[in-house]
């Protein structure tokens, strides 16, 4: 049946020539903010709008970098980013396991309010989260912009999932060998657990440097803004400058897409893993 | 001679570490009253010394070293012994003055000489609420361990009949319990006692103050108190637990224990910022609540009664709803682009992360990014429409288009997000499914709509549920792009409580929205379980 190989072939250039269409697509924004990021402050105002700048201007990233204290936007984004990772994996595992491997008293009706914290959406929690960390004295601190996020329902239910699934062999013969629960914990199940870890930091990791609504009540100086805040601040403050805008907005996508291009199988090995993030 | 049962040295123990913990919890809770008033005085000396602008006040001494002196009495000594004469205290007419700003805003009263003219000196303030709490918790904390290790050293020795040894370890674990709290008392008493002499220096100068003039930097008795309140129930459903855990046994409890110290960060985090914060917010929504007032009346429902009137509240409902609508066409969207790329094909893996980045980079960047590309005059979008024969649009000035034009990115964002679930649920579906039906002669699109369509239900429902979820939380696209405007077209639910929240200070009435949102996704998330459920048993 030479005909229908060649209809099907045709199909098949067809398909992979859309894919690859709408992979395109999908990147323009992307190349169009590069694009302008380099563009003269006055040529992006012309019609029809230039596709790449007649000369690279490169100095439009110094410049808008310095207009705000972006070396400090990325530090505390980074700060924020690694007591979240840090305090999720850690309390995440240690729930997770405590769940998965004990039997104890109060365990069901705990675990019930875990699965009714995964419900609340976070803006119900937004305003009395911020009066709590007000009244502590957080507002407008590294500590009262971490506290919220040590902990997630999410990283606990997670890591229960995983550690249900992993066989215990190992964990009752250190056991029998007379381990106490911490050393088992920390020496065999951890161990064991590095993929879920990795996969739990990464997820973390990601929401943290994404994370807007809180970093931008619980921060009020210029000093304390994340990246995120600090790029829509800088918007408001450059609104006519596109290019300006464009080099910032690409200086405060580069980490996260470095990281994601360097975890990518994670990431979708995640999403298989726990059953959707 | 009968040894005294294990059980009951445990029970005492037990009880000395509730006893310690209930002290520490009430001094502590004096503690940070005291610290709350501290700060409240010196904010209102604050606004005094912002009332009467006098800056004619030059204190002698530079507040660095005022502020590591700490208290009152001894900086008063301190100036005494400088000026070699007795110091004064500050009269009703005279100024209080601040210095620093942000956290280590201090405020300096000054000291009169005895003959009541020159200023002899000043007493600085540090509004730094909750210093020195570490140390009374790590002070009860290591009374508590040693006297839990006391306690654990004397069962044992009892249980192996040393008797003498036992008891010399349960009147350690005493001696222990009884130190820690005379500790954390005595030290909570000192500084209470610094503090109120403080205020009593500072308050001197406010007299002609109208109070509900001067705003506070933070509302935080009520909230501390629940926050106590937290501490004490955690502590009851421990106590709860172990006491319950008692009829099934010693290994039962060393399980129940263990569980429980993995537990307790989490469990902790969880009461203090999700539980509490869940009952709080409801009580706010029940007062009028400014941020910077001191009087946060009870209003009862007025909140809730004024939502229901509040016209722009609806139009934020209607846009978040019409907002959600983008869910179901880029789940279309998505499941085409799954099966295009669901195929072996060379670079498929690029092409896939070409199109899941937009789902992990940030908001507010992707926000900037699209305002650009929806500039009427000189976007990209605009060119492409004008290049194919349409006419541009004003989408982000245009009432009727700008909802649109925050779903289109909002599709763009999720589209790859979607893809990825879609091609897991995909290469669920067994291949001899499709084999079977091309030997029985289905075409293409009949495998299709027969067999890819009912088996990725399950996916389609969690997505929909969930995509709809999440868009009712849409809001930095809305805070980034459009402020919401223009003329509220693009008002959602987030950004209205937001605004009431921070922009007009009405901490009552988000909180009352947030209320009504919580309710609206609780009962959409009740929904996606039960048709999930129902899915599961038809299966089964």
């Not at chain 1, 970093?215 to 290019?243: C, D, I």
């Not at chain 2, 590591?68 to 000594?77: A, E, K, L, Q, Y």
């Not at chain 2, 405020?107 to 570490?134: F, T």
């Not at chain 2, 541009?392 to 999720?414: C, K």
Request: aromatic share 12%.
């Amino acid at each position: 049946m030479p005909r229908k190989t060649a209809a099907s072939g045709l199909l098949q250039l067809g398909a992979s020539a859309a894919a690859v269409a709408f992979a395109l697509v999908m990147l323009l924004p992307f190349l169009w903010m590069l694009s302008t990021s380099l563009m003269n402050e006055f040529e992006v105002f012309s019609y029809p709008p230039p596709l790449v700048p007649a000369s690279p201007r490169w100095q439009n990233y110094p410049e808008a970098l310095s207009a705000m204290p972006f070396g400090r936007f990325f530090v505390n984004s980074a700060v924020l980013a690694l007591f979240t990772v840090v305090g999720q994996v850690a309390t995440g595992a240690a729930a997770g396991y405590a769940f998965a491997r004990f039997q104890f008293a109060g365990r069901s009706a705990l675990f019930a309010g875990y699965l009714g914290a995964l419900m609340v959406p976070a803006i119900v929690l937004l305003i009395p989260r911020f009066l709590i960390v007000d009244a502590l004295g957080g507002v407008d601190t590294v500590a009262g912009l971490v506290s919220t996020e040590l902990v997630s329902a999410w990283s606990v239910f997670m890591m229960r999932q995983f550690f249900l699934a992993l066989p215990r062999d190992m964990e009752d013969a250190a056991r029998i060998d007379g381990a106490s629960e911490w050393a088992v914990f920390w020496h065999i199940a951890l161990p064991l657990a590095r993929p879920a870890l990795a996969t739990l930091a990464l997820f973390a990791f990601i929401d943290a440097w994404k994370s807007f609504l809180w970093p931008l009540v619980v921060t009020r100086s210029m000093e304390q803004r994340v990246v995120e805040v600090g790029v829509a601040s800088f918007h408001g403050l450059y609104y006519a400058n596109w290019p300006y805008q464009m080099a910032a907005a690409v200086t405060a996508l580069v980490p996260i897409i470095v990281v994601f291009l360097l975890t990518q199988r994670y990431f979708t090995r995640g999403i298989a893993l726990t059953g959707f993030k | 001679m009968s040894l005294p049962p294990i059980r009951l040295v445990a029970s005492i123990v037990a009880a000395g570490v509730c006893a310690l913990y209930a002290v520490v919890t009430v001094t502590l809770g004096q503690h940070v009253t005291a610290r709350v008033a501290y700060a409240r005085a010196a904010h209102e000396a604050l606004s005094v010394a912002r009332i009467a602008r006098t800056g004619t006040v030059r204190p002698p001494l530079t507040v660095a070293p005022l502020l590591s002196m700490g208290s009152v009495v001894r900086v008063r000594t301190e100036l005494e012994r400088t000026y070699g004469r007795a110091v004064g205290r500050i009269g009703v007419v005279d100024r209080t003055l601040i210095l620093g700003s942000g956290r280590h805003r201090a405020v300096v009263v000054p000291y009169k000489d005895a003959d009541e003219w020159d200023i002899a000196g000043a007493v600085a303030l540090g509004a730094d609420v909750l210093r020195g709490v570490w140390t009374l918790s790590l002070i009860a904390g290591l009374a508590a361990m040693l006297a839990c290790a006391q306690g654990v050293l004397a069962a044992r020795r009892l249980a192996a009949g040393d008797a003498a040894g036992g008891h010399l370890s349960a009147a350690g674990a005493c001696v222990a319990l009884l130190l820690g709290s005379s500790v954390v008392i005595v030290r909570a008493r000192l500084e209470i006692l610094v503090a109120s002499t403080a205020i009593g220096a500072a308050s001197d100068g406010i007299r002609r103050l109208d109070p509900t003039a001067v705003p506070l930097p933070s509302q935080a008795l009520a909230t501390i108190g629940i926050f106590l309140v937290a501490l004490a129930a955690v502590a009851a459903v421990l106590a709860s637990v172990w006491m319950s855990s008692a009829r099934r046994g010693w290994t039962h409890r060393r399980e129940t224990w263990t569980a429980w110290t993995f537990l307790a960060p989490s469990a902790l985090h969880m009461t203090v910022f999700t539980v509490i914060p869940l009952l709080f917010t409801l009580w706010v929504s029940f007062h009028d609540w400014d941020l910077l007032r001191d009087r946060k009346p009870f209003v009862g429902l007025a909140n809730y009664r004024e939502m229901i009137a509040d016209p722009v509240f609806w139009t934020a409902l209607k846009n978040t709803a019409i907002y959600a609508l983008y869910v179901p066409v880029t789940m279309l969207l998505a499941l085409g682009a799954a099966l295009l790329l669901n195929r072996p094909m060379r670079g498929i893996r690029v092409l896939r992360a070409m199109v899941f980045i937009p789902t992990v980079v940030s908001f507010a960047a992707i926000a900037i990014v699209w305002q650009w590309m929806f500039n009427a005059d000189y976007g990209l979008l605009n060119y492409i429409l004008r290049s194919v024969g349409l006419n541009g649009v004003d989408w982000l000035g245009n009432p009727s288009t700008a909802l649109l034009a925050v779903m289109i990115v909002s599709a763009w964002i999720q589209i790859g997000y979607q893809m990825i679930v879609y091609l897991a649920g995909l290469q669920g579906i067994p291949t001899t499914l499709y084999e079977a039906a091309t030997l029985d002669g289905a075409s293409r699109w009949q495998r299709f709509t027969r067999i890819t369509v009912p088996l990725l239900r399950p996916t389609s429902v969690y997505l929909f549920v969930t995509g709809v979820i999440w868009s009712f939380q849409v809001f930095t696209l809305v805070y980034v792009m459009t402020e919401g405007g223009p003329v509220h077209s693009t008002d959602v639910l987030v950004y209205r409580i937001y605004q009431n929240a921070w922009e007009f200070r009405r901490m009552g009435y988000a909180s009352a929205m947030s209320w009504f949102l919580f309710a609206l996704l609780l009962a959409l998330t009740i929904t996606q379980w039960r048709i999930l459920n129902r899915r599961v048993e038809h299966a089964a």
